[in-house]
């Protein structure tokens, strides 16, 4: 088996759930290669007429956490490289087979593809992103300097679901974990992927990326976080702040603890700014006792502005990668209509007729028209970069404006 995609689930939506696993099942991997893995963390739904649709392996557990589902998913994985999707997220259809050549390819124990975020009205991409923009070939402290380079800025350093990772790698990571205090910790949320990616990183010899598709983060109305009440910001500011503690006496690197300690600030200005613009004043004494700052500052511009360069993906995605799967799933030659100067579409036939023999052929009579990217002009304007930044200006960070310019983007 050469990898594992690992979905951890707890009282998710059944149509997020869904399309999740129909993402992943819909792919170019070869039901050969892989094996879907769904770790239930004591849910109370049941999900039983989804789990015959898509036959996961399928384990249920007790409610201990994310992080401890991922760990005993990864116990339990068979694949030589292991994949993390988050139950509400979902996948373009050519995201992990790529990943995985890659890996075979250069002997990498992390591989980082593209991410994009999914809101109910469209996606986007940001352009700004270090591991969209660049091209990357790292090895050993080159690594985890990077992890900490954006200091808390860039998601796509600090998350796993846009990632694949030698299951090796992961084995070690956690039997460095379980010495910490945050396994103990039960259950230990908000900063899962934080304390694991540092351990990950810390102990990776090879690290490249690729630009084959996207991972759909699902912004949405029913996400399991919210920072809004007083318990929920506590819990995250706990979390947190228990993460920067266990980073801070491992690392023995000054150039990453320094990128630590900034990254710890920035937290510090986001709850305060969340604390805030909630009425929470009470809260600002424990903030600064936890992330040992001296005084709180408001979150600054500058804490967002890697998310402004956004590359619309189009208001017609799914359609695009519905008929791009199809005709991967084509048998014998086929007429393929695209439009050239759609990056993404282009890219996907491209892999297509070189990795997975896709066979073109303009006379053929079996026909597959991929329609064009289509962005409303409502969409063209929101994402402008002026926009965004007086936006940043004008609604606080934790405010009910901001959280609503961030779903209906």
């Given at each position: 088996m050469k990898l594992s995609v690992i979905v951890c689930l707890y009282n998710t939506k059944k149509e997020y759930l869904d399309k999740c696993l129909r993402s992943i099942r819909e792919s170019t991997l070869k039901n050969d290669e892989y094996e879907l893995l769904v770790i239930d963390d004591g849910s109370s739904e049941s999900y039983d007429e989804i789990i015959?649709?898509?036959?996961?392996?399928y384990v249920k557990t007790p409610n201990r956490g994310l992080l401890s589902a991922r760990l005993y998913g990864i116990m339990i994985a068979k694949g030589e490289y292991i994949a993390f999707c988050d139950s509400d997220d979902s996948v373009s259809f050519n995201y992990y087979k790529p990943m995985l050549i890659k890996a075979e390819k250069t002997g990498a124990d992390i591989v980082i593809n593209d991410w994009a975020f999914d809101t109910s009205s469209t996606k986007y991409a940001c352009g700004d992103d270090p591991t969209i923009k660049n091209d990357l070939y790292l090895e050993n402290d080159e690594i985890l300097n990077l992890f900490a380079s954006g200091e808390g800025r860039a998601h796509s350093l600090f998350v796993q679901w846009n990632k694949l990772f030698k299951k090796s790698l992961l084995l070690k990571a956690k039997k460095e974990l379980e010495k910490t205090d945050v396994v103990s910790n039960k259950p230990f949320t908000f900063s899962e992927d934080v304390i694991s990616n540092y351990f990950a990183f810390k102990n990776a010899k090879k690290l490249v990326n690729i630009h084959t598709g996207y991972y759909f983060y699902h912004i949405h109305d029913e996400q399991s976080v919210s920072t809004n009440s007083k318990a929920s910001l506590i819990k995250e500011i706990d979390s947190m702040s228990l993460t920067f503690d266990t980073i801070l006496a491992d690392v023995s690197n000054d150039t990453v603890k320094d990128s630590i300690l900034k990254w710890r600030s920035l937290m510090a200005r986001k709850h305060y700014s969340?604390?805030?613009?909630?009425?929470?004043?009470?809260?600002f004494d424990y903030i600064k006792e936890k992330y040992n700052q001296e005084k709180l500052e408001l979150a600054y511009v500058k804490d967002s502005t890697l998310y402004i360069g956004n590359i619309l993906l189009g208001d017609n995605f799914n359609d695009i990668d519905r008929e791009l799967y199809r005709a991967y799933k084509a048998e014998g030659s086929i007429n393929v209509i695209y439009n050239k100067k759609d990056a993404y579409t282009s890219k996907a036939i491209d892999y297509l007729v070189e990795n997975e023999g896709l066979k073109i052929n303009s006379s053929s009579t079996k026909l597959?028209?991929?329609?064009?990217?289509?962005?409303?002009?409502?969409?063209?304007?929101?994402?402008?970069?002026?926009?965004?930044?007086?936006?940043?200006?004008?609604?606080?960070?934790?405010?009910?404006?901001?959280?609503?310019?961030?779903?209906?983007?």
């Open positions: 015959k649709k898509y036959n996961p392996v969340y604390a805030k613009a909630q009425g929470h004043e009470e809260l597959i028209v991929v329609p064009k990217r289509k962005i409303k002009a409502k969409h063209k304007l929101v994402h402008n970069k002026l926009v965004y930044l007086i936006g940043l200006r004008l609604f606080k960070k934790g405010s009910k404006s901001r959280a609503f310019l961030k779903s209906k983007m």
